[in-house]
């Protein structure tokens, strides 16, 4: 019976400690929606190469900031902007001199349909739509800039009645993807895929008109995988790759 309950005591530690194994070889990320297909194939190419894991989630830059600060079990932050990985730096949840641009993003003005955005933006003054779809500007850089740019058009109070908000810009996107809105402000790189284009008309909008969306990345735990990962993301072989889904690297 002794012998039994060792074996059975031997192999239970034998389970944990594979399981343990497992979990190293795994980091979770949190991303922002617009970077979503450009670190899904950074991410596959870095688990081909090392063969560890990438768990990423995704979602609006205010709202993983919120979480990291609750204790969220990140290991690494890539933000839409500056500003949040910079308070976790300075509020001592991020490391310190981890923070790095890892891209800068467009704003756009999209609709699937063929010809419903000219190029100049002129639909927006005309007002023949029913919903206009932007990220929510307190949680999303990519809503702010899309603010930005009605203010800058003079078309932010006329259009108050028309426009829905996403919490990110991936549910923005989807608001007019599925035509739930006409049109709408996306990021540039989901519409700009080198695997699978998106179909419609946009508006590329000229940087003038808002502030450059430069999104950081910061590391919040001492970890050798995601230390390797954001090393591989800073590599030629990515910015490359983050440059053919419409993105500016610095």
């Known amino acids: 019976m002794k012998q039994l309950l060792f074996v059975f005591t031997f192999a239970v530690a034998v389970l944990l400690c594979s399981v343990g194994e497992a979990a190293a070889d795994e980091i979770r990320v949190a991303v922002a929606s617009n970077f979503t297909h450009a670190i899904k194939n950074i991410a596959e190419r870095f688990t081909d190469k090392t063969g560890h894991k990438v768990i990423l989630i995704f979602g609006s830059t205010g709202k993983h900031y919120a979480q990291i600060k609750n204790g969220a079990p990140f290991d690494a932050f890539f933000a839409a902007d500056v500003r949040r990985p910079e308070l976790l730096e300075k509020e001592g949840v991020a490391l310190p001199g981890s923070r ?19 190029s100049a933006g002129k639909v927006l003054e005309q007002g023949n739509f029913r919903y206009l779809a932007i990220a929510n500007p307190k949680l999303a850089p990519y809503g702010k800039a899309a603010q930005e740019v009605l203010h800058a058009q003079k078309v932010w109070d006329a259009l108050q009645g028309k426009i829905v908000r996403g ?19 996306v990021a540039y790189s989901q519409i700009k895929r080198p695997d699978h284009p998106v179909e419609g008309s946009f508006w590329e909008i000229p940087q003038s008109l808002y502030t450059p969306i430069e999104q950081q990345a910061v ?32």
């Open 167 to 185: 919490e990110d810009i991936g549910q923005t996107f989807q608001f007019v993807k599925s035509g739930n809105a006409e049109l709408g402000f």
């Open 100 to 118: 790095f641009t890892y891209a800068v993003g467009k704003v756009v003005l999209w609709s699937p349909k063929m010809g419903y955005v000219d």
């Open 219 to 250: 590391l919040l735990k001492e970890n050798q995988i995601v230390q390797a990962f954001l090393r591989f993301v800073k590599s030629e072989t990515s910015r490359n790759l983050i440059r053919e889904y419409g993105y500016s690297v610095p």
